[in-house]
């Protein structure tokens, strides 16, 4: 502010006349409540501070009254910064994906190395560097998954790895919700499911087999996610002239055995036995196991689940005959090893066990789950915002372990809240009939209906204003009712996208041979891409909802 000196130096008389004293105060009064009128408020003072100042224009409270004057200590005072989560979808075995995407966020700083040239050949995984060397870069912001990191392609050990060790290296700045698909892992490891039960043996959406590979030693640079961060050590490796650092696993894996050319040739020929399946629509009639058990006699009362769901065939059934026993066997050998790394006590099995299942966005009013909310539980279960989300995750965390989750999940009325909140999908537009019917209206009529119920259930869930999931793809994230509801399941992972719920060979498989269509002709395997496609979002602490793409 310029100030305003004298023109005169002479002194003014302490003595006047009441008149000219009156008059003096009077117009003091008047100067006051110019004053008080012109000042603006301090909602006018927090306006006006997120505007920009006019360049040649100096803030009132910083010019200095001389040119060449400086006061350090001088400075405007700053808008105080937005808060934002930035939300994952499902990334569904896809470690590829899962690193562009996080990479995306620009949070994590260090966590590829940049010094290969851009034409290089190396994977994204082997590019990681260790967590010791991340750093989170925005300490206004977080980051959050949705679950649905395994299933429908073919690196999920590694995805799981690289979303576990994110949530390890930033603790309080990284979620990771339990998703269908890893509830369904953890359900599956219990003695009375039988093979051809568990959700792990259907013959889509599920266990990929290119999976299985993954636990059992494999050569150093095995390709695509061939790679983990589980436990890295530096490893000086020849590639051409240049030493470089890779990153090679070292647990979980079966130490009796590497693999073999008799391995590439059971891979080879259960792609060719899934598109056999696939041209004749025998999706739910064959399952991914070595063998069925025989049926019980027609007399039997005994409760056969197999003949109850349609279930005809192993996979080795449609396995040429001279390849049968060794696809028999290895697959046993497998299934065995993959469920052996997700037990109770194993280093990804806890983990996931420790997953929450509901996740409260306070900074944002926003309840994250993998599913959706029914209104019934939003009721009864979520009403009382964070408390309530703290006791559904504790109760979820008293009973995750493997001695105790089958029972949960069939028997607990809190079991089949836990069920409810990954599976639901009532909040979603034509979604009404899914449940009972298993499919959705291409043109939703229900959209106002939905709406209104999702409205009056938020309505009576403390510090909530909408909901974000997952598991219910699109190629895009879908804002429904005023963005009360949150779509966010873009199908982050290649396999899905590319093939749906069928499983493929992927970029840089060699089939041997193998046509990429049935023998009838009627199924043929599309290309996987590779790179990655889709979309996540970041949501500001204003409100805003931001898309994000790659």
Known sequence: ???????????????????????????????????????????????????????????????????????????????????????????????????????????????????????????????????????????????????????????????????????????????????????????????????????????????????????????????????????????????????????????????????????????????????????????????????????????????????????????????????RTLVKERLQEYQNAYFNTYRSGSTLGKWLETRPIVHLAEEIHTLFVHGGVHPTVGKLHLHNGKESVDTMNRIWWEHSTEEKLYDFLRSSPFGQVVYSLLTHRGNHPGYSKWESHGHADDDPTDTDAVCTELKTMLNDMRDVDRIGVGHTPDFHVRLYCGEMFLALDSMLGRGIRATGNEYCPWPGHDLGGIPKVSRNGKYRCDDVPETCHGETVRIDSDGTVNVITL
């Open 1 to 323: 502010m310029t100030m305003i000196r004298p023109t005169s130096s002479h002194n003014v008389s302490a003595k006047k006349p009441l008149a000219v004293i009156i008059r003096s105060s009077l117009l003091s009064l008047f100067l006051l409540l110019v004053v008080v009128v012109l000042i603006p408020s301090s909602s006018s003072f927090a306006y006006a501070e997120s505007i920009p100042p006019t360049p040649d224009t100096p803030d009132d409270a910083c010019s200095s009254s001389q040119e060449g004057d400086s006061d350090d200590s001088c400075t405007a005072p700053a808008t105080p910064p937005l808060s934002s989560v930035y939300v994952i979808g499902d990334l569904h075995g896809d470690i590829q994906c899962a690193i562009s995407w996080v990479n995306r966020t620009g949070l994590v700083a260090n966590l590829l190395d940049t010094s290969a040239p851009p034409s290089s050949s190396r994977p994204l995984p082997s590019r990681l560097h260790p967590p010791t060397q991340w750093t989170w870069t925005d300490p206004h912001s977080t980051l959050l998954f949705l679950g649905d990191y395994v299933d429908k392609g073919p690196t999920s050990k590694q995805t799981l790895q690289f979303v576990r060790d994110l949530t390890l290296a930033f603790p309080q700045r990284v979620t990771a919700l339990l998703g269908n698909h890893e509830l369904e892992l953890l359900r599956d490891r219990d003695g009375r499911v039988a093979p051809e039960e568990r959700y792990g043996s259907y013959s889509y959406a599920s266990v990929h087999p290119g999976e299985y590979h993954n636990y059992f030693q494999e050569s150093r640079g095995g390709g695509d996610g061939k790679e983990t961060v589980e436990e890295r050590k530096s490893d000086k490796t020849k590639e051409g002239d240049n030493d470089r650092t890779t990153t090679t696993i070292h647990t979980e894996t079966n130490p009796s055995r590497s693999l073999d050319s008799n391995d590439h040739l059971v891979l080879n020929l259960l792609y060719e036995a899934s598109m056999e399946v696939y041209s004749y629509g025998a999706h739910n009639a064959v399952r991914f196991v070595p063998s069925l058990p025989p049926p019980p006699p027609p007399s039997s009362n005994h409760n056969n689940q197999r003949n109850q769901h349609g279930v005809l065939y192993a996979i080795t059934d449609i396995i040429p005959p001279q390849h």
